[in-house]
């Protein structure tokens, strides 16, 4: 016999305080073994050495859903990455000096693509950026991405920011990053379009913007936007700062 029917007969037989008493642990029980079930975020390893890990940081992206987390083992991984409008936590496991997104290649495009509302669990983490040929990190359509412990290195923009273009209504988080060797048409390492960066503890040196007035900004660069800056240091960059 069920657990719960002989526990709901033995009740109807007993006094009105017990079947009370013992109706009220059934109820109890029930709730207590049947929990809502609570979706968890999951790890992907990205680890071209490995069999059983994904080969390229983009087709570990494609396999996950918004809220997983994409761990990198060290490399060159020669591609452009686009986070598909998820929400997702992009990191190295041992940092930018021996992790390297690659961007270079035929067409005009950034190497890694973060937009269209992505929310501010967004993160990229520990990887040198090089060989853009239109924004190292471009975020944009109301995103909110988190850039931390990144190297941005001979990266260019067809317009603004070299190394990061935010644009339309986005906002980024750059925190202990090093931007050197940029070039973009404005704002060698930053460029904003009606957006804005909080740009904390990072490093903006010997970037270049190749406009005149009045449109420069070899370190930064914004139309309609607002940079707010702590801790950081700007200097050697080609351009009005």
């Given at each position: 016999m069920h657990i719960y029917t002989h526990l709901y007969?033995?009740?109807?037989?007993?006094?009105?305080?017990t079947r009370f008493s013992v109706i009220s642990a059934i109820v109890s029980l029930v709730v207590t073994v049947q929990p809502l079930a609570v979706a968890s975020a999951a790890t992907r390893i990205v680890n071209p050495a490995d069999a059983g890990a994904f080969s390229t940081i983009?087709?570990?992206?494609?396999?996950?859903v918004p809220g997983d987390e994409i761990l990198v083992h060290p490399g060159t991984y020669k591609e452009r990455v686009q986070y598909l409008s998820k929400e997702l936590q992009i990191r190295?496991?041992?940092g930018p000096l021996v992790t390297i997104i690659d961007g270079s290649g035929p067409g005009i495009a950034p190497t890694v693509r973060c937009g269209d509302s992505l929310g501010a669990g967004t993160a990229l983490v520990g990887f040198t950026i090089v060989g853009a040929t239109n924004a190292g990190?471009?975020?944009?359509?109301?995103?909110?991405?988190e850039v931390r412990d990144c190297i941005f290195r001979n990266n260019t923009s067809t317009f603004v920011g070299g190394g990061i273009?935010?644009?339309n209504v986005s906002h980024v988080v750059a925190v202990n990053c090093l931007f050197h060797d940029n070039v973009a048409i404005n704002g060698g390492a930053i460029g904003l379009i009606i957006s804005t960066a909080d740009v904390i503890n990072c490093t903006i040196v010997r970037n270049t913007a190749t406009s005149g007035p009045p449109f420069?900004?070899?370190g930064l660069f914004g139309i309609d936007?607002?940079?707010h800056l702590r801790n950081s240091i700007l200097f050697a960059n080609i351009g009005q700062e």
């Open positions: 007969h033995n009740a109807r037989r007993s006094s009105p305080h983009q087709s570990a992206v494609v396999d996950s190295s496991l041992e990190v471009f975020v944009f359509n109301n995103s909110r991405v273009a935010v644009d420069t900004g070899g936007a607002s940079f």
